[in-house]
């Protein structure tokens, strides 16, 4: 169902279109046979919209329509034939994997301008934090956006062998589920057997994590995990939005950094499938994957060692 806004915005800019289709035709915009909606619809085909666009548009004419016989415009049978087929002439593709290389992507984290880790700008390790936990974590960026620093929800082990991280209290799950804590393990932890792991050890997210927290606590201003660096809100909790922004970035970032241009399209929430697939490809079982216990990242930086 359409927001009250969404919708003002969708019958102000299409309902524009409608009406000059109605003009040219001497129709009345909301009164309009079923056959001008048809036609305007099947232009929308001509101009080669996508099936989503055009379900927008007659959602938008739906809402300002006085419809047929006590329905709405998309509910006329015609009307609803036609869509059918406008589906089939028009299928959703989708990708069946993230464009872009973990592998790659991890490789860039480990060396400049991610490293190291304490003396980077506040951005870059905001970006690298945001996108470590996004990984070993394959939850929603809503999830993650929840996560707080409060002691009751953020709990570091000794000696920084692992760290608990849970949402804060009030945060309620887009599926209605338990909500398990995110338990990380440190990721190859000194002292360290050779140049290797020390290199690996910098995709530790127990260690990102650590050093976030302490760089944000002199200027922080809220218990949400990530907040804001960029004057005047440093210190204020950042948006969805911006979460996803910074996971995006870090992947482009990575990639600029190897001299490649990133892939397009590139989606925050690609990393939930691109973790959880390398996981189970490198043995970590489908009930581990599911409560979010073992350390994806290490099971994926094999391809490293």
Not at 275 to 281: D, E, I, M, Y
Not at 285 to 295: K, S
């Amino acid at each position: 169902m359409l927001e009250p806004h969404r919708l003002g915005l969708f019958t102000n800019a299409n309902g524009v279109c409608l009406s000059v289709e109605c003009t040219t035709k001497h129709e009345i915009p909301f009164q309009c046979s079923v056959a001008v909606v048809l036609s305007f619809l099947q232009d929308l085909i001509d101009q080669g919209k996508a099936f989503s666009t055009i379900k927008v548009f007659l959602a938008a004419i739906s809402a300002c329509h006085i419809g047929f016989d006590n329905k709405t415009v998309g509910q006329h049978p015609l009307i609803c034939r036609f869509m059918k087929g406008v589906r089939c002439a028009l299928p959703v593709s989708k990708p069946f994997s993230p464009s872009w290389d973990l592998r790659l992507v991890l490789d860039g984290l480990s060396m400049s301008p991610f490293e190291p880790l304490d003396k980077v700008d506040f951005k870059i390790l905001s970006f690298k934090t945001a996108l470590l936990v996004a990984l070993v974590s394959a939850k929603r960026v809503s999830e993650i956006h929840a996560f707080s620093v409060h002691s009751a929800c953020l709990q570091f082990m000794s000696g920084d062998a692992g760290v608990v991280l849970k949402p804060n209290p009030a945060f309620m799950l887009k599926v209605v589920n338990a909500i398990n804590p995110l338990e990380l393990i440190a990721f190859y932890p000194r002292p360290f057997a050779s140049s290797e792991q020390q290199k690996l050890n910098t995709l530790c997210p127990v260690r990102a994590l650590r050093i976030y927290t302490e760089r944000t606590r002199g200027f922080r201003g809220s218990d949400q995990l990530f907040v804001s660096w960029m004057r005047p809100r440093t210190g204020k909790p950042i948006t969805k939005q911006r979460l996803s922004h910074w996971i995006v970035e870090a992947i482009s970032l990575a990639y600029s950094s190897k001299g490649l241009v990133p892939p397009p399209g590139l989606r925050a929430h690609s990393t939930r499938g691109m973790s959880t697939s390398w996981a189970l490809f490198k043995g970590v079982t489908l009930q581990d994957t599911y409560e979010h216990r073992n350390v994806c990242l290490k099971k994926n930086n094999r391809l490293l060692a």
